[in-house]
């Protein structure tokens, strides 16, 4: 009983600073990663766009965030049935090429691309036929950066001639 009563304060002071301190950690740690969230949302962004680039003539595939986006003919991504692709990101047009296509079944593929600061990945759904020359397409573009850090963007969209 005489060891607790002389170490009673030095144990309950340790005791107590461990807590403050693994408090303040996850504190810290919850701000950090608060930080890095925004600081991710900033440094990528899809942005939309209202004219083609010139390497996109005829038959292309052109998507947007949503059906509203899509009939007041703002854009996000478009290609040109070949192997060339645009995405306009942070304020500026980056031309992709397509490295992979792969189907996964008879509605969805996926399509892959590269930049020099980017990698791409398209799941590309088919909703159908929308009009003489035109099908309906939907999915998800995902978009990394050579930092590791990604976004995903659903879209809407058609691809035709």
Known sequence: MTF??????????????????????????K???EKTAAVSSETLRLESFTEFPPEIDGCSCYF????????????????DYMETSFLKINGEMVKFTETETIDI?????????????????????????NGDETWLKTGTIKLTDKNGKTI????????GC
């Open 4 to 29: 607790l009563k002389k170490h009673s304060t030095s144990i309950f002071a340790t005791v107590l600073l461990s807590t403050l301190f693994a408090c303040g950690q996850k504190a810290a740690s």
């Open 31 to 33: 701000e950090a990663v």
């Open 64 to 79: 947007s965030k949503d059906a509203d986006e899509f009939d007041q003919n703002q854009y996000i991504y478009a290609n």
């Open 105 to 129: 079944d008879e509605k969805t593929s996926i399509l892959k691309a590269k930049s020099e600061n980017y990698t791409l990945e398209l799941e590309i759904k088919e909703q159908g036929q």
């Open 152 to 159: 995903s963007q659903y879209f809407h969209g058609e691809c």
